[in-house]
């Protein structure tokens, strides 16, 4: 292991760890079922937004999409704020 590798700002896809520190419990990583199932939303919408660049960040891990919760809440809190109702 090179000394850049254990750095606590390296990371191993490649990527520097430059995002504040989370709040507890926004490490938790949900799968497509359950992201679908908190958004009250069907499967294939969460794949039509992967797919078209929208929706919440996720991770490709083999060949699955994982969501992270703090992602999840930042993009929540984003539609919230940009949101139609009063």
Not at 60 to 66: M, Q
């Amino acid at each position: 292991m090179s000394s850049s590798d254990s750095s606590p700002s390296a990371r191993r896809d490649g990527s520097s760890n430059s995002h504040p520190q989370t709040a507890p419990g926004d490490e938790t990583w949900l799968s497509t079922a359950e992201l679908a199932a908190r958004l009250k939303i069907p499967i294939k919408t969460l794949a039509a937004w992967a797919s078209s660049g929208q929706g919440p960040r996720y991770a490709r891990i083999g060949r699955y999409r994982r969501y992270r919760l703090g992602d999840v809440r930042a993009w929540e809190d984003q539609r919230f704020a940009d949101g139609g109702g009063r």
